[in-house]
């Protein structure tokens, strides 16, 4: 067997660095060999290695100190450490400094062959996973994800392994956490980024026309199908369907995607033949579909067939150390969009937004942060500024300028009350307007003027 890998073996021992050696050159590995830490920090400068294995105790170099340099020089570079005088905190401290695994003398061949292939695989993925994460970022289709938070960290890193395959995607989490941001990402981020990537959301239409969107029809095949017509899977071919609220979709329509997930291929409304397609499926709900399986309202085997790769989203109330960070980024965004000079909070601003629930998450913060740039006259946000639902005394807040003409005054008053109305309600539009006593067609009517997504 033939292996690409490079390891450095460390060892004040002759004897103990032979026996490793040669074991690790009958698996088919390169082992370059040192005698102690600085002659090692030596190679390690110049040649390419990719794990090291060191002893802990040496002459003027230790192993902690050769792994603490050597991570210095090469962030990535895997290591283990050996040591006759095993101790808990050795190997607290060892992993502590980024060794991958801690083993004690004797070594046994077998388990120090399994920690390599571990340490090097682990490394193969981090290397991966700082790659994608970086062809995300420089493609600018992570906008708007923030992980400054491990719960976002571990999202982006599973997003980035499975980006690169075709593998079925189920994205979790409650309205507003950013499935469909999630979703583009992993499209953008594939080997079918130049192809399309089309959206359907199942809660948005009835099932009749539902069957007609996703699969297309024939012309006649019922009233009014007056020419042929592609539907969203046929259209998604070579890219990427987002099935979007796959918790609402009808039972009549399961057993249809279901064949499509396991065959390929669909069947047109009001056509017998069969259409073969190559399409990466992701689906998001806000529901949870193991008790919509319980309660028979979803087919179990269509369940188990989306449920291949399974990506949560926390909501923002269980990741506070983003909140600043991405409040920050919708002050950007909003600043040059409206083209306002508002460059941060003040620390009240800050306490506030910490403070709040946020039933809405990520889309009720970033829509109170656009109210809150387009109503101040300061550089920075204050809590005046805010929604009424993120202020501990409900005051109404900045008051309205006299050199302001009455139609802008009204207009930002208007703005501010809906705002606040669909925060409170959890950007639910029906209650928001039975709050405010007007139709939810008005409010609609409303966000579409002010230029958001209805």
Known sequence: MINKNTILIVDDEESQREAIAGFLRKLGYKVISSPDGASALEIIQKDTIDLVISDMKMPVMGGLELLQKAKAIIPDIAFILMTAYGSVNGAVESMKLGAFNYLTKPIDLGELEISIT??????????????????????????????????????????????????????????????????????????????????????????????????GHEKGAFTGAHINRKGKIEVADGGTLFIDEIGDMPLSLQPKLLR?????????????????????????????????????????????????????????????????????????????????????????????????????????????????????????????DLPLAFRPDGKLGTELSCDESLPSKLEALEKKLVLDALQKAGQNKSQAARDLGISEKNIRDRLKRWGYSV
Do not use: W
């Not at 919708?330 to 969009?337: G, N, V």
């Open 118 to 215: 571990k340490a090097l695989e682990n490394r193969r993925l981090l290397a991966e996973n700082k790659e994608l994460r970086e062809l995300l970022r420089s493609r600018g289709e992570i906008k708007g994800i923030v992980c400054a938070s491990p719960q976002m960290e571990e999202v982006l890193n599973l997003l980035a392994r499975v980006a690169p395959s075709s593998a079925t995607i189920l994205i979790q989490g409650e309205s507003g956490t950013g499935k469909e941001r999630i979703a583009r990402a992993i499209h953008y981020s594939s080997t079918r980024a130049e192809k399309p990537m089309v959206i359907i959301n199942c809660a948005a239409m009835p099932e009749t026309l539902l069957e007609s969107e996703l699969f």
């Open 260 to 384: 499509f997930l396991q065959e390929g291929t669909i069947e047109k409304l009001g056509s017998s033949s069969n259409l073969k397609l190559d399409i990466r499926v992701i689906a998001a709900t806000h529901r949870d579909l193991r008790q919509l399986v319980a309660d028979g309202k979803f087919r179990e085997d269509l369940y188990y067939r989306l449920d291949v790769i399974n990506i949560k989203i926390p909501p923002l109330r269980e990741r506070k150390q983003d909140l600043i960070p991405l409040a920050e980024h919708f002050i950007r965004i909003y600043s040059e969009k409206n083209s306002k000079k508002v460059f941060g909070l003040s620390r009240e601003a800050k306490d506030a937004l910490i403070k709040y629930q946020y039933r809405g998450n990520v889309r009720e913060l970033e829509n109170a942060i656009e109210a809150a740039v387009v109503l101040t006259r300061n550089e920075a946000i204050g809590i005046e």
